[in-house]
């Protein structure tokens, strides 16, 4: 398609001279625009969709992907009702359990807190993917009295494991002195690391049989949790569910209760792709303008080369190798240091943190306790084609601009 001339002539355009030295100075600059943009974009895309992966993968390994909830706070008949459930094809589990609040007192130290009644089996909190023990044993939950807290829960009221701390029930006792608050120690088994900071700062984790005995369910439970096989087309599941429940209680999907926060991270990354296109769309802009400086530079090159018998399409490859060369290399460039940085992004942050003494990524704020970068293939080849084309499409005006010259005008004008 391109000729040993065209290449020739177009390298030795590219290479810049004493008196073509602005030219080649918006020539760097359009090759770093867009080496910075594609590198951007893939940054920052691939942050994204970490972000999204992680959360979401938490978020569903800690909670269940259907919910069934009472209408009245009490199941009581949930043994068969679960049973049921987990005949629904493409169910995997469906487990009953007690979630409710309490206030967690040591030493004078307080702080609200979540309770979860789990059955023994949900109790194996090591099949949650990505959850670490931070001190003690979960074997201790053998134990009556025992629970385990989130380490930042323990953290703050300065417990560790095999310490006691008291949790008071949001019901209250009668006694000669009136209704006073109902508190009962329990012994801490283990502190639990699940990377979410909300539950890592809030979650108490409790045997079924001392929740329901604590908070005085009997033989009841809040809620049960459906886990599916598909979590991505849980609402294929949710009429069969339904129906099972039938008035005991209603069903909710993990698509519903995290609506808000699904939604706003779809469209934060839409908005974050077109506004960061932007970058190589302006980086093309510079190439129009360098490949036109270029074009009136060469004007008499050019009206020589049309005289020795070069054609209009051969002076106009020669642009075209020109401008797109640019935008070629900057999008090589550009998706080997965006790879780079998504597979270091922690030593990076690790590294600049150390440098400015800050916290570059606070879990508090960003609700993770890492930075994640999960590189999509599909969309780094979309970012790589769209570079391209634009770094191309860029070429065309200028290509043809000189491809049009009239060899006797220039000459006799110059």
């Known amino acids: 398609m391109f000729s040993r001339f065209e290449w020739s002539v177009a390298m030795r355009y590219l290479r810049a001279r004493r008196a073509d030295g602005f030219i080649s100075l918006i020539a760097i600059f359009s090759f770093l625009g867009i080496m910075l943009g594609v590198a951007t974009l893939i940054i920052v895309m ?25 209408y009245d706070g009490n199941l009581r008949d949930y043994g068969p009702m679960a049973g049921a459930i987990l005949d629904v094809p493409g169910v995997k589990s469906a487990s009953p359990y007690i ?28 099949k949650l993917e990505g959850m670490t023990v931070r001190s003690g044993s979960l074997d201790e939950l053998a134990y009556e009295r025992t629970i385990v807290m989130g380490y930042r829960l323990a953290r703050g009221l300065g417990v560790s494991a095999g ?38 700062n809030l979650f108490i984790g409790m045997p079924l049989s001392e929740a329901q005995t604590f908070f005085r369910y009997g033989n009841a439970v809040t809620n049960i949790e459906v886990m599916v096989e598909h979590p991505e087309d849980v609402e294929s599941y949710m009429p069969a569910i339904d129906r099972l429940v039938g008035g005991a209680g209603f069903v909710t999907s993990w698509r519903q209760t995290n609506q808000s926060l ?3 991270l779809d469209v934060e990354r839409n908005v974050m792709f077109l506004i960061l296109t932007l970058i190589i769309v302006v980086a ?8 036109i400086m270029l074009v009136k530079d060469k004007a008499r090159d050019v009206a020589i080369l049309r005289t020795m018998g070069a054609s209009q399409g051969s002076i106009m490859r020669i642009f075209i190798i020109s401008g797109a060369s640019v935008g070629v290399v900057g999008t090589v460039l550009g998706v080997l240091l965006g790879v780079l940085f998504c597979e270091n992004i922690q030593g990076i942050k690790t590294l600049l943190e150390a440098l400015t003494g800050t916290d570059l990524w606070n879990a508090e704020v960003r609700f993770l ?42 000459l006799r004008y110059e």
């Open 284 to 291: 093309a802009f510079n190439i129009i303008s360098s490949l």
């Open 262 to 264: 699904v939604s706003a």
């Open 163 to 200: 310490d006691e701390v008291t949790l008071i029930a949001p019901s209250f006792t009668a006694t000669p002195f009136g209704s006073l608050p109902r508190g009962v120690s329990f012994q801490v088994a283990a502190t639990l690391d699940v990377g979410i900071y909300d539950f890592d």
């Open 46 to 70: 691939s942050v994204m969709n970490g972000f999204r992966q992680e959360l979401v993968a938490k978020l569903l390994g800690f909670n269940g992907h259907v919910i069934v909830s009472a």
């Open 369 to 410: 306790s890492e930075i994640p970068a999960v590189l999509d293939v599909s969309e780094v080849a979309l970012i790589v084609v769209m570079a391209l084309v634009l770094s191309f499409l860029a070429t065309l005006p200028p290509s043809l601009r000189a491809a049009r010259l009239d060899p006797v005008d220039v």
């Open 99 to 126: 979630h409710a609040q309490v206030m967690a007192i040591k030493d004078g130290r307080a702080s609200g807190a979540f309770v979860r009644g789990l059955t023994d089996e949900d109790l194996d909190f090591h």
